[in-house]
């Protein structure tokens, strides 16, 4: 008896060892397929195995993996290279309760993946060290009021060295100071961007999405995101939802006055109107409707009047586009392209050797989450030579890049 259950044993089909049940349900997140069931019928296999498969209770076999690799677009090593244990805080959205379910589940994982990227990156580059002034570091949100957030806002432009004028690129600060910003096409016009801090690394990952991108409306979603990382850093998904609105509205304030600081804005904002405000939008970078926003918060003019300027702006239709949005250059984060391009430059890695050893996910996801243009990996054109500082040898060959130099910081 003993002898047939061996034997029988012996004839089923071998899983995969080492396959991560948490890339699967990651990259079926990142594809957009929203259901187990989904999954199932794509690939013609049962919605139970697909459970089996994602809960760790089994693993597919090795001509299942194949069919899994090519239908998610991912390569087989995909399924085999541990997750970052990125911890448990919060993955923060703008409009949250307006964005579908499914768009947040893609660009979760989409945002892990930027990380996979970026944690490829730093086993060559030392990226710039997060940094925050240590009464910030150990706030507690819930006791948070509107003048401990301006005078945060304060503290961290000292701390930063950004003084008290317009910034002139809010990705290029963050990314200086050690954020890792992405960016994406997300197909939805409902959501901006995703915030998450990584304990993998020890820094905040920021997704900006580009579908309705204008240069001014970056930088507030940049600024907001990265009030996220900054005030709720140990805030858990759960704590998000209990607390969305309170949260958006400490994210939105602290983001304004850090754009728009409170000693200095109300000195070119004295007498807002919509033509005025218009004329010091390039100067200060940020959308009218943000500064109307800003002048009310400021108490520079009454409820009333910011009624009857939002009012105008909608008017002119302005909700849609307002000027200047279509016709000023965009921003784009530039670190991790510029590390992926330096690394190939220098000869330490090829464009193949990065897609067939680092990288597990395909070459156009990387172009999209590191902004390199599309085709890249398979261009041969000449790459461009950035100012980076290399890492010490690990003995290995493997050096690391500090990516900005004071001279190259815009602020």
């Given at each position: 008896m003993a002898h047939g259950q061996a034997s029988r044993g012996s004839l089923m089909r071998p899983g995969t060892p080492g396959f991560v049940p948490e890339r699967l349900v990651e990259a079926r997140?990142?594809?957009?397929?929203?259901?187990?069931?989904?999954?199932?019928?794509?690939?013609?296999?049962?919605?139970?195995?697909?459970?089996?498969?994602e809960n760790g209770e089994a693993t597919p076999e090795p001509e299942a993996l194949d069919v899994l690799a090519r239908q998610l677009n991912v390569r087989r090593s995909y399924f085999l290279r541990p997750v970052p244990a990125h911890g448990s805080g919060a993955y923060f959205y703008r409009a949250r309760k307006s964005v579908e379910k499914i768009v947040q589940a893609a660009e979760r994982a989409r945002l892990n993946w930027a990380a996979d990227i970026s944690i490829v990156m730093q086993h060559y580059y030392e990226f710039p060290t997060f940094n925050l002034p240590h009464d910030i570091a150990d706030i507690n949100y819930n006791t948070l009021r509107n003048e401990d957030i301006e005078a945060i806002a304060e503290d961290l432009r000292a701390f930063w060295q950004l003084g008290d004028g317009p910034i002139s690129s809010v990705i290029s600060v963050l990314e200086s100071r050690g954020f890792i910003v992405a960016?994406?096409?997300?197909?939805?016009?409902?959501?901006?961007?995703?915030?998450?801090?990584?304990?993998?690394?020890?820094r905040p990952y920021i997704l900006l999405a580009t579908d309705k991108q204008s240069f001014f409306r970056t930088q507030m979603d940049a600024a907001h995101e990265m009030?996220?990382?900054?005030?709720?850093?140990?805030?858990?998904?759960?704590?998000?939802?209990?607390?969305?609105?309170?949260?958006e509205e400490q994210a939105f304030r602290l983001a304004s006055a850090f754009l728009m600081p409170a000693k200095t804005f109300?000195?070119?904002?004295?007498?807002?109107?919509?033509?005025?405000?218009?004329?010091?939008?390039?100067?200060?970078?940020?959308?009218?409707?943000?500064?109307?926003?800003?002048?009310?918060?400021?108490?520079?003019?009454?409820?009333?009047?910011?009624?009857?300027?939002?009012?105008?702006?909608?008017?002119?239709?302005?909700?849609k586009a307002e000027p200047l949005d279509k016709?000023?250059?965009?921003?784009?984060?530039?670190?991790?392209?510029?590390?992926?391009?330096?690394?190939?430059?220098?000869?330490?890695?090829?464009?193949?050797d990065l897609l067939e050893v680092e990288f597990i996910i395909p070459a156009r996801d990387i172009e999209q989450l590191a902004n390199l243009p599309s085709g890249w990996f398979g261009a041969k054109g000449e790459i461009v030579n950035f100012p980076l500082v290399r890492r010490p040898s690990t003995g290995q060959g493997a050096e690391v890049i500090d990516l900005f130099s004071k001279a190259s910081l815009k602020t």
């Open positions: 997140e990142a594809r957009g397929i929203p259901t187990q069931l989904a999954l199932a019928s794509l690939i013609e296999k049962p919605r139970s195995t697909i459970s089996r498969w960016r994406d096409e997300v197909g939805s016009a409902r959501l901006d961007g995703v915030c998450h801090w990584s304990e993998a690394d020890g009030a996220h990382a900054i005030l709720h850093r140990r805030v858990t998904q759960q704590g998000f939802e209990r607390d969305f609105d309170l949260i109300p000195l070119e904002a004295k007498y807002p109107t919509l033509s005025g405000l218009l004329s010091i939008k390039e100067r200060w970078r940020t959308s009218v409707k943000a500064m109307i926003k800003r002048c009310h918060d400021l108490k520079l003019i009454t409820d009333a009047g910011a009624t009857q300027l939002y009012k105008h702006y909608s008017a002119k239709g302005w909700s016709t000023y250059p965009h921003d784009s984060p530039q670190l991790l392209g510029n590390a992926i391009k330096e690394l190939v430059q220098s000869g330490d890695r090829s464009k193949q």
